[in-house]
RNA sequence: UCCGGAGUAGCUCAAUGGUGGAGCAUUCGGCUGUUAACCGACAGGUUGGAGGUUCGAGUCCUCUCUCCGGAG
């Protein structure tokens, strides 16, 4: 087996797990946050800087860099690791969100998606022996099903065709997936807003016994407190000798709700995303730099934060490189916003360690600004 | 001094004589398995000034001011 699940312990006030994950480029330890590399790169970050703020594990992109470069020429290079750099854990998405997000350019079928690429308008089919064979050559550490994300909202006929198929593809790439001691297959959960499609589609993925399992479908535009309500009745369907992976939750309320109903993994690319786009999280809440009140603030980003953007720079100089377009500004929010969540995933698994994890959660919650 | 050109939002510029717009800048908002250094909103105007023609003038006419270019 290319993973292993050490469950450490269980928070006694929350509920919430402590674990470590064995894979073939190393431990992480768990709960935990993945900065998102699409291409093959954290945007702005070299792997370097990764490392500095203590990054475990990255995502990529089956889909993205099965169109550019192609996965041939990764595999040619050494496999993803070595083309970009990285040698600690990857995990790769299957190109099953890109499905659901690149709307009116494709086509779904029980064989698979046909889609247009978005760079040149190519016209390209992707099932999942392909995306299982995409994944193989990129070399990732952890590799995803092909599923289909359903929108929201979505009817309750449309969602449960939609994980039915999800199964049987889930099916078709184990039965593809042959690596299987060098590349753990997650499966992912489907099932929408709806309880009783939940279980079912937790019942069909779990007897298909992957090494780890995902909930996919959520953060897709529902409100938080149903997000949260459906993690409380899928989660406890789950393994719990296996890692659990919220796909795609990235806002700090998020990620700590996620654990506390039973999430081990995340990923997202909000603190990326939102970095480069000029807003900062912080522990005093979410900081947006170049608003005016800060043109003169010469305190810095985060008074309580220790990365290298908060140790060594102020608010107003930052707001200036985001005024004058310098690409230094976004490199600097980037760092910061990954340093924070993967700060604030330590603090949590500190937390649960010492079996206070909802107390965390309410001092948290009242300085950053989150309502309970 | 003469000749020519130009004066419209903070800036660069649109607008047959018929409801003065855009881009950028400003201010603010959004971003959740990345089609995203992106997207959106608010605000911003006595069209250099004064007259005139006209039902109606940013647009045509007269005078005037400023700037640019050329000549002297």
């Known amino acids: 087996m290319a993973i292993k699940y050490e469950l450490i312990k269980t928070c006694k006030q929350s509920g919430a797990r402590l674990g470590r994950l064995h894979t073939p480029h190393g431990v992480i330890e768990t709960p935990i946050f993945m900065p998102v590399g699409t291409q093959a790169t954290v945007k702005s970050m070299t792997p370097e800087e990764l490392k500095d703020i203590n990054s475990q594990i990255i995502l990529s992109n089956t889909y993205h860099l099965y169109l550019r470069p192609g996965h041939k020429l990764i595999e040619k290079a050494g496999g993803l690791h070595k083309f970009m750099n990285w040698d600690k854990p990857i995990l790769t998405d299957s190109g099953g969100f890109q499905v659901f997000s690149l709307g009116p350019l494709r086509k ?124 409380e009745y899928t989660t ?83 707001r200036h490189l985001f005024k004058a377009n310098e690409i230094l500004g976004l490199r600097l929010l980037t760092n910061h916003n990954l340093y924070f969540l993967l700060n604030l995933m330590k603090e949590v698994r500190q937390a649960i360690m010492d079996d206070r994890l909802l107390d965390y959660r309410k001092e948290f919650f009242l300085k950053y600004g989150y309502e309970l």
């Open 108 to 231: 779904i079928s029980e064989e698979g998606v046909e889609f247009r690429s978005h760079l040149d308008g190519s016209k390209h089919f992707i099932s999942p022996e392909k995306a299982v064979e995409i994944q193989n050559s990129l070399g990732s550490d952890i590799m995803m099903a092909f599923d289909e994300c359903a929108p929201y909202p979505a009817d309750h006929d449309y969602v449960k065709k939609s994980l039915e198929r999800t199964t049987r593809w889930a099916k078709r790439c184990k039965d593809a997936h042959e690596n299987t001691d060098k590349q753990a297959l997650f499966g992912i959960i489907q099932g929408g807003m709806y309880k009783d499609l939940r279980e079912q589609s937790a019942k069909e993925i779990i007897d298909l016994d992957f090494p780890g399992y995902s909930v996919g479908g959520l953060s897709v535009g529902e409100p938080k407190d149903l997000m949260y309500e459906v993690l």
């Open 236 to 318: 406890p369907l789950m393994p719990k000798d296996k890692p659990r992976y919220l796909m795609g939750v990235g806002s700090p309320d998020d990620l700590i709700e996620g654990v506390i109903r039973g999430i081990d993994m995340f990923d997202c690319v909000l603190p990326s995303r939102i970095g480069r786009n000029g807003t900062a999280m912080t522990s005093q809440g979410k900081v947006v730099i170049k608003n005016a009140k800060h043109k003169e603030s010469f305190e810095p980003l985060d008074p309580e934060c220790d990365c290298y953007t908060c140790k060594n720079y102020s608010r107003s100089y930052l």
